[in-house]
């Protein structure tokens, strides 16, 4: 009986963290540094008609349409298509934001696109960067790391949130009561907290116990000593049916999600998923325009959001795919797949906003630059993913030995 006691512990602890508890890998106990959000458009956005605007060149295949009867416009330092909602987005934001265009994923395939955009590299087994910021500024926060069904690798150095089938369904496990129902009596709440912790506390000093599955019970007993936050992120969120979105509002019902959690103090990092399948084969215009609305207008909420919960100064955003659309239109008025895209990373207040870093000519083919000097080169170097998330795990204090990056040059995006 002792012995299936214990390893029911164990389970518990193991479906909780989701993944082998080498936490302390990059440890620290108390929140700092930024809050990250990262946003994926799942299946490879047009950013020819979004931050990188390509117009037709004569004698070339059409590589646009709207630049039949539009010009490339500009807000600061950043040219935009005017397309979409484009125009309202980058007069709002363009000072928030930086572009890194002509980035070279190096692959045509969705799966290796998602892994290196995010990860950085082509390979497996790396953690998404998000997982690194959660692993540094927040491992024993009881939410650390909340993923919305996009690639999320810990590679065991965190617990993850992993929220596949939307917000609705944590809302309703954390607010399960309606109203006018009667929830359990709060003192004996607290003597079933108290039997759980001694309980775990006594595993966790049994001499037997092996140190993989002592470090799983110490994560599973960290996350019980932060159970009170989310109390509070409960009140905050309350019942998604009270919400008051509409059905095609995800990305901003999303937003809410996550920054209330921040808010709340429960997480540092979310990743979310741009509404709509970017994989436009077919039909290119009309799905990348409502896609890039559904995309913008999420974004400006979330950061509408970020400022009313007073944590704007302090969140970093990343918007990316697994690549980019072929300069050209197929026959079925669609775009293939092209390995050449872009990164957009916002942030209030920093010094590397309203700018574009990256050069790509008339037809989408991304042109080397100089890490150093950030212009374009001959001699210069090609910006893969890699060159980004070392800057970033730079700019955000993430780097460490454990997933260093084997770059022959190193590129600061982020510099003032």
């Known amino acids: 009986m002792s012995s299936r006691r214990n390893f029911l512990k164990l389970m518990s602890a193991a479906a909780i963290i989701g993944g082998h508890p080498s936490l302390s890998a990059l440890n620290s106990t108390q929140t700092r540094g930024k809050y990250l959000i990262t946003v994926h458009a799942q299946g490879g956005w047009d950013v020819t008609c979004f931050c990188d605007p390509k117009e037709n060149v004569i004698g070339d295949k059409k590589i646009t349409n709207w630049s039949l009867d539009n ?21 709002k934001h363009a000072d928030k934001t930086l572009i890194i265009n002509g980035v070279d994923t190096q692959t045509n395939s969705h799966s290796t696109g998602v892994i290196v955009s995010w990860s950085g590299r082509t390979a497996g087994g790396f953690p998404s960067i998000t997982a690194l910021n959660s692993a540094v500024n927040g491992p024993s926060l009881s939410m ?6 996009v690639f999320g690798n810990t590679e065991r150095l965190v617990r993850s949130t992993i929220l596949s089938d939307g917000v609705e369904s944590l809302s309703t496990l954390l607010y399960p009561n309606p109203p006018n129902t009667r929830g ?12 759980n912790a001694q309980d775990a506390a006594e595993y966790i000093a049994d001499e037997r116990l092996i140190a993989g599955n002592k470090a799983v019970a110490k994560a599973y007993f960290q996350s019980m000593n932060n159970v009170d936050p989310l109390i509070e992120f409960s009140s905050k969120l309350g019942n998604s049916n009270d919400w008051g979105f509409a059905d095609d509002e995800y990305l901003k019902k999303q937003a809410f999600f996550a920054i209330t959690a921040f808010g709340a103090g429960v997480s540092v990092s979310a990743d979310l998923r741009a509404p ?7 039909n290119n215009d009309p799905q990348q325009s409502n896609n890039l609305t559904q995309l913008t207008s999420g974004l ?5 959001l970020a400022e009313a919960a007073g944590i704007a100064d302090e969140l970093v955003v990343i918007v990316g795919s697994d690549f980019s659309r072929t300069p050209h239109y197929n026959a079925e008025d669609g775009k293939d797949h092209w390995s050449i895209g872009s990164y957009m990373v916002m942030e209030k207040s920093a010094l590397f906003v309203n700018r574009t870093i990256g050069v790509t000519d008339e037809r989408h083919n991304a042109l080397k630059i100089d890490p150093e000097t950030l212009e374009v080169s001959n001699f210069g170097s090609t910006i893969n993913p890699s060159h980004v998330h070392e800057s970033l795990q730079d700019y955000l204090g993430l780097s460490n030995e454990v997933f260093r990056f084997t770059n022959n040059e190193r590129i600061d995006f982020f510099a003032s």
């Open 276 to 282: 709509g399948n970017w994989d436009s084969h077919k």
């Open 300 to 304: 400006d909420y979330l950061w509408d």
């Open 144 to 149: 650390s790391y909340i993923n919305f069904g």
């Open 184 to 195: 359990i009596d709060p003192e004996l709440w607290v003597l079933i907290r108290k039997l």
């Open 71 to 91: 010009e490339t416009a500009y807000e600061g330092g950043i040219a935009y298509a005017p397309f979409a909602q484009n125009e309202q987005f980058f007069k």
